[in-house]
């Protein structure tokens, strides 16, 4: 797994990423983003293209090595300085509500303590601080959520951790982040099973 994990399943995820549907997303989604952003599972950093004027920093951590080598290439062309970091979600070594904004594209899929990291995304964040998120996980249909499961048992082992079959926006909210904006739909390209998505932000309370 060691090369496929380090250095195939990073150039596969840049290539296919850049996709322009995603690209859709990743602009209509981090538009919310303001101030000292985190940006956790940072990946080759496709979302720096879309932060706006309002981001003065941006720090990315990626725990992947393959996918932190291809976002060296291109993290220092943008006009906010860009720090990365080889860092997990779960314990996040920053102080409590040292930033404004954290962001999250197709990235709570693949963690594998959830609740822990969202617990340490609201640490991190500011009082009155947003937690923008872009993923996909279960969707309504229980028909669906079936093979979502069935399906995640091996998508978790080819695609470095990654699961279809979270409930996103419960598990947000459990964590005592305060959802202000949702948007659920199918993407467009992708089968049912795999492209449910959860789009919104949600606000530390002050």
Same mark, same amino acid.
């Not at 150039?11 to 996709?19: I, N, V």
């Not at 956790?40 to 950093?45: L, P």
């Given at each position: 797994?060691?090369i496929?994990?380090?250095?195939?399943?990073?150039? #596969? %995820?840049?290539?296919?990423?850049?996709a322009? =549907?995603?690209e859709?997303h990743?602009?209509?989604s981090?538009?919310?983003?303001? *101030?000292?952003v985190?940006?956790?599972g940072?990946? +080759?950093?496709?979302n720096?293209?879309? $932060?706006?004027?309002?981001? +003065?920093? !941006?720090?990315?951590?990626?725990?992947n090595p393959? #996918? =932190?080598k291809?976002?060296v290439r +291109?993290?220092?062309? $943008?006009?906010?300085?860009?720090?990365? #970091?080889?860092?997990?979600?779960e314990r996040l070594?920053?102080?409590?509500?040292?930033?404004?904004?954290?962001?999250?594209?197709?990235?709570?899929c693949?963690?594998?303590?959830?609740? =822990?990291a969202?617990?340490?995304? =609201?640490r991190?964040?500011k009082? *009155?601080?947003?937690?923008?998120?872009?993923?996909?996980?279960?969707?309504?249909?229980p028909?669906? &959520?079936?093979w &979502?499961?069935?399906?995640?048992? !091996? +998508?978790?082992?080819?695609?470095d951790? %990654?699961?279809?079959?979270?409930q996103?926006?419960?598990?947000? /909210?459990a /964590?005592g982040?305060?959802? !202000?904006?949702?948007?659920?739909?199918?993407?467009? *390209?992708?089968p049912?099973s795999?492209? @449910?998505? @959860?789009?919104g932000?949600?606000?530390?309370?002050?």
């Amino acid at each position: 797994m060691g090369i496929w994990r380090d250095r195939l399943w990073p150039s #596969l %995820c840049h290539k296919a990423m850049q996709a322009a =549907r995603h690209e859709r997303h990743r602009a209509s989604s981090v538009v919310r983003a303001q *101030g000292r952003v985190l940006e956790i599972g940072f990946g +080759t950093g496709l979302n720096l293209a879309h $932060y706006p004027a309002s981001v +003065t920093h !941006v720090t990315g951590i990626e725990p992947n090595p393959g #996918l =932190r080598k291809l976002a060296v290439r +291109t993290m220092h062309e $943008y006009e906010f300085p860009v720090t990365l #970091l080889d860092m997990n979600a779960e314990r996040l070594l920053f102080d409590e509500g040292e930033f404004d904004t954290v962001v999250s594209t197709w990235t709570l899929c693949s963690i594998r303590d959830l609740d =822990r990291a969202l617990a340490e995304t =609201r640490r991190v964040l500011k009082p *009155g601080g947003e937690f923008i998120f872009f993923e996909h996980g279960l969707a309504p249909d229980p028909d669906l &959520q079936k093979w &979502q499961r069935r399906i995640s048992r !091996v +998508t978790k082992h080819i695609f470095d951790g %990654c699961t279809i079959d979270r409930q996103i926006a419960d598990r947000v /909210a459990a /964590a005592g982040l305060e959802i !202000v904006t949702l948007n659920n739909f199918f993407a467009e *390209g992708v089968p049912r099973s795999e492209g @449910y998505i @959860y789009a919104g932000a949600a606000r530390k309370r002050i």
